[in-house]
């Protein structure tokens, strides 16, 4: 079940980058399950990854790797996420590496590699490996929409974007794929997200890019409250577009950062709109908040509530339950008679109380959409964020009770 109708996009090829796709049978043979990325020589590859402190094994070593050499490929699998394995997961990671770089020249901290799936299960090492020859063999320049179902899990649909960028410098062309559905409240990224562009650009610029990126976008969605232990997202600029570099604080420099926020967060609204079990798209701001983070953990809170996220499920007008969550969301000062909230345009509740102008029906009216606003404004201050969420319906705790099953 998923919100809205959603399909990939015609993939455009991005310069310096090749995609090869294969099977593993890590969960089920014929499944394609090892996605390969293979970076050209003089890219700049930039990423983030999850901040649960149970990281997986192969997102200690990437982050190991990445600080040591320039990546030369990624190696994705799905169906086990090699985490919670100790001192064996990081062999089995690092075995991984090494025998990819054996098998494409290059060294192994030149390959950063990427899990998704069942946490507390030792990878399937042998399996992994066997399917290296057959993801080389496949590589290909245009193989995104093979990659976004590579890498898909609880998914239904494959999630993916691609688009072209008018800089003076020239076009950029810009694709990127992103796994996502449950466990989704990143503190930095999506579960597995990796975007691409060919243009020139600095390490700093591109950390910089990403981090903006990142903020605006995965780290402002939320299906369930869970940080996964394997989230990492990857920006790669390959620099073969052209010779001119798209320097930090030029016009370029801000149309390629909107443009690559703008992808990111599209990639991170599909994780929504696919969201485990999720009938409902809801789409949280809290506004009139004397800080960022006061906004935010507003915002986090009604979108964790399951009383509000069961009631949005029903269709029911319970607002009571977003005043309530308002009122327990943890903010040190707090002036209720300033607090007013909507539904899309029904105001609901006018200066701390029921608004005059509310009805039974016209909150079902807006309950009953598939697209919902939920506007707070709390009357303190200019600061403003935004988050996107889903209901909690029967069929995501089905999904998750029958997981490993």
């Known amino acids: 079940?998923?919100?809205?109708?959603?399909?990939?996009?015609?993939?455009?090829?991005?310069?310096g980058l090749r995609i090869g796709v294969a099977s593993a049978g890590i969960k089920r043979v014929g499944r394609k399950d090892i996605v390969l990325m293979e970076i050209d020589c003089g890219a700049t590859t930039s990423a983030v990854f999850t901040l649960n402190?149970?990281?997986?094994?192969?997102?200690?070593?990437?982050?190991?790797?990445?600080?040591?050499?320039?990546?030369?490929?990624l190696l994705i699998n799905t169906g086990n996420a090699n985490a919670g394995t100790g001192s064996r997961g990081m062999a089995d990671a690092q075995r991984t590496c090494n025998v990819l770089a054996e098998k494409t020249g290059v060294s192994p901290?030149?390959?950063?590699?990427?899990?998704?799936?069942?946490?507390?299960?030792?990878?399937?090492?042998?399996?992994?490996?066997?399917?290296?020859?057959?993801?080389?063999?496949?590589?290909?320049?245009?193989?995104w929409a093979l990659a976004a179902e590579g890498i898909m899990t609880t998914d239904t649909r494959p999630k993916g974007v691609s688009r072209k960028i008018e800089l003076s410098v020239g076009t950029i062309t810009l694709a990127g794929i992103s796994k996502g559905a449950g466990m989704?409240?990143?503190?930095?990224?999506?579960?597995?997200?990796?975007?691409?562009?060919?243009?020139?650009?600095?390490?700093?610029?591109?950390?910089?890019?990403?981090?903006?990126?990142?903020?605006?976008?995965?780290?402002?969605?939320?299906i369930d409250g869970d940080t996964s232990t394997n989230d990492s997202c990857v920006l790669i600029a390959t620099g073969k577009a052209g010779d001119a570099e798209v320097v930090e604080g030029s016009a370029d420099y801000a149309l390629l950062s909107e443009a690559v926020?703008?992808?990111?967060?599209?990639?991170?609204?599909?994780?929504v709109r696919d969201g485990e079990g999720a009938t409902k798209f809801i789409t949280i701001t809290v506004e009139g908040a004397q800080t960022s983070s006061d906004a935010l953990k507003v915002g986090y809170a009604i979108a964790?509530?399951?009383?509000?996220?069961?009631?949005?499920?029903?269709?029911d007008p319970n607002w009571g339950r977003i005043l309530a969550v308002v009122g327990r969301a943890g903010l040190d000062k707090l002036d209720i008679d300033r607090v007013n909230i909507k539904l899309d345009d029904v105001c609901i509740v006018d200066k701390g109380e029921?608004?005059?102008?509310?009805?039974?029906?016209?909150?079902?009216?807006?309950?009953?959409?598939?697209?919902?606003?939920?506007?707070?404004?709390?009357?303190?201050?200019?600061?403003?964020?935004?988050?996107?969420?889903?209901?909690?319906?029967?069929?995501?705790?089905t999904i998750n009770a029958e997981y490993r099953t």
């Open 184 to 222: 989704i409240c990143p503190n930095m990224a999506t579960m597995l997200g990796y975007i691409a562009c060919d243009a020139k650009v600095s390490q700093a610029a591109l950390d910089k890019i990403l981090t903006n990126a990142v903020n605006a976008s995965f780290n402002r969605i939320t």
């Open 109 to 143: 901290e030149a390959v950063l590699p990427f899990s998704t799936g069942v946490i507390g299960e030792y990878l399937p090492v042998d399996k992994v490996i066997n399917a290296l020859d057959d993801a080389i063999a496949n590589l290909s320049d245009n193989a």
């Open 304 to 315: 964790h509530s399951p009383l509000v996220k069961t009631a949005l499920f029903a269709s």
């Open 261 to 271: 926020t703008e992808a990111f967060r599209e990639l991170a609204q599909a994780i």
């Open 1 to 15: 079940m998923a919100v809205g109708i959603s399909k990939l996009p015609e993939f455009t090829p991005v310069k």
């Open 53 to 73: 402190q149970f990281c997986a094994a192969p997102v200690q070593l990437s982050k190991k790797h990445l600080a040591t050499a320039p990546t030369r490929y």
């Open 354 to 397: 029921k608004s005059a102008s509310y009805t039974e029906a016209l909150g079902k009216a807006v309950m009953s959409k598939e697209e919902i606003l939920i506007r707070v404004n709390l009357g303190a201050g200019d600061a403003t964020e935004t988050i996107w969420t889903t209901d909690l319906s029967h069929e995501y705790v």
